[in-house]
């Protein structure tokens, strides 16, 4: 691509259509998609119930602006409300948008409640939350941050499960912590046992809000709508984009009432809940948020991360880590990107964090048998990278 920005190192291949969990480019080559756009496909490709949803929103209304009232916005928000612990929504384009919002309405909230002195966000080391100012100064990666400063003031850092670390860091300064619930683009990182209970104490105890980005971990990626939803712990404020409109772009905000504290002129967006954005969203929410549906995504995500762990173990210092359909493959630099590769060769979609992490995030569609066939695939990719690599080759 030469006219295109080259701001993505892409992969030598170009798929231009899809079906279920498949993609195909136009050399007859088909690919098994175990990363769905990045966690965004959570219908996979061409799902009948999301493409006639857009269909028909496009012949009827697809933008008109928030200068005026917009009822499939509000009919969505009040899904959205009702399947979860908030009350109100916002919505805009993105997840770096949804966590602008966030980081906005936690200011917004903490200088009325107690003045401006008090306005930090607490984020963690190898969190990502997005590309704009807001969300790469949230960014704990230098590597991400380099060459783009200054950052925006008012941020500080800990490291991602040391509770400890984050009690020194949090006092009457803080408006917020942000965190995933598990770290996506950081190499799929669970919270650890009482992390984020202990976050959401300290936040109580000194008045800040507890946001989670679950712009990844969000609409039934982990088998629950909403990840918090399977932790026992329910933050002030959520962002959601990636899977929400299963393609189409959007984002969210969601807050309880006590802390909404953005009110008219505060903040806003042009595109945001246009009426095509919020008919896929209404069509994505129609499957995912049943609990039939949720179970078998918990089910699939079951089979393929016992069969991880049983290759993992092949493996000196490989580890297996996420929740439902959002599961990394921790093999280590060395091993890694060979795998990688190979699955690639072999017509399997994944991808690489960190070097070291393959990360799997298939549609929340997928079948079993498709399963099966990616785990014989990856099975396959890891014994050859095991094999040229002697060092591995344990018995
Ligand atoms: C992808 C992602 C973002 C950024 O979303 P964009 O839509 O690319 O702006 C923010 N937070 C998390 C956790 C993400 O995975």
């Known amino acids: 691509m030469k006219h295109v920005m080259e701001t993505y190192k892409r992969l030598k291949i170009a798929p231009t259509s899809g079906k279920g969990s498949w993609l195909f480019d136009d050399e007859g080559n088909r690919y098994l998609d175990?990363?769905?756009?990045?966690?965004?496909?959570a219908l996979g490709h061409g799902h009948p119930a999301l493409v006639g949803a857009i269909k028909e929103q496009a012949e009827t209304l697809i933008h008109c602006s928030n200068l005026y009232e917009v009822p499939i916005?509000?009919?969505v928000a009040a899904l959205l409300t009702e399947a979860t612990d908030f009350d109100e929504v916002f919505f805009c384009n993105s997840g770096a948008e949804a966590n602008e919002a966030a980081i906005k309405l936690a200011r917004k909230h903490a200088a009325e409640s107690f003045g401006p002195e008090k306005h930090e966000v607490l984020t963690f080391d190898k969190s990502?939350?997005?590309r704009t100012y807001g969300g790469l100064s949230a960014t704990a990666q230098p590597a991400l941050q380099e060459a783009f400063g200054p950052m925006l003031p008012g941020f500080a850092y800990a490291p991602f499960g040391d509770l400890e670390a984050a009690?020194?860091?949090?006092?009457?300064?803080?408006?917020a912590v942000?965190?995933?619930?598990?770290?996506?683009?950081?190499?799929?990182?669970?919270?650890?046992?009482g992390f984020l209970e202990g976050l959401q104490e300290l936040c109580d105890a000194h008045g800040a809000l507890?946001?989670?980005?679950e712009v990844q971990t969000g609409m039934g990626r982990t088998g629950h709508l909403y990840a918090y939803g399977g932790m026992g712990v329910v933050p002030d404020v959520l962002t959601s984009a990636k899977g929400l409109g299963g393609g189409?772009?959007?984002?969210?905000l969601l807050a309880k009432k006590e802390c909404a504290a953005l009110g008219p002129g505060n903040h806003g967006s042009t595109f945001g809940g246009n009426p095509l954005a919020m008919a896929a969203v209404r069509a994505v929410l129609g499957v995912v948020n049943d609990p039939r549906f949720l179970e078998e995504v918990r089910f699939k995500g079951n089979i393929l991360k016992n069969a991880l762990e049983v290759l993992a173990a092949r493996v000196p210092g490989a580890e297996v880590r996420g929740e439902g359909l959002l599961i990394g493959l921790d093999l280590g630099p060395e091993l890694a990107p060979g795998v990688f590769q190979k699955c690639l060769d072999d017509g399997l979609l994944v991808n690489l964090v960190g070097g070291r992490t393959i990360r799997l995030a298939p549609p929340l569609t997928v079948t079993r048998t498709e399963v099966r066939h990616a785990l014989n695939t990856f099975r396959g990719a890891v014994d050859a990278g095991v094999s040229v690599q002697?060092?591995?080759?344990?018995?």
């Open 128 to 130: 990502f939350h997005g």
């Open 390 to 395: 002697p060092e591995f080759a344990v018995a």
């Open 73 to 75: 916005q509000e009919e």
């Open 167 to 175: 009690r020194t860091q949090i006092g009457p300064q803080t408006a």
């Open 210 to 213: 507890l946001i989670f980005d």
């Open 248 to 252: 189409v772009p959007v984002g969210a």
């Open 178 to 193: 942000l965190v995933e619930p598990i770290q996506g683009e950081g190499g799929i990182n669970v919270a650890p046992e």
């Open 34 to 41: 175990f990363i769905a756009g990045i966690a965004t496909n």
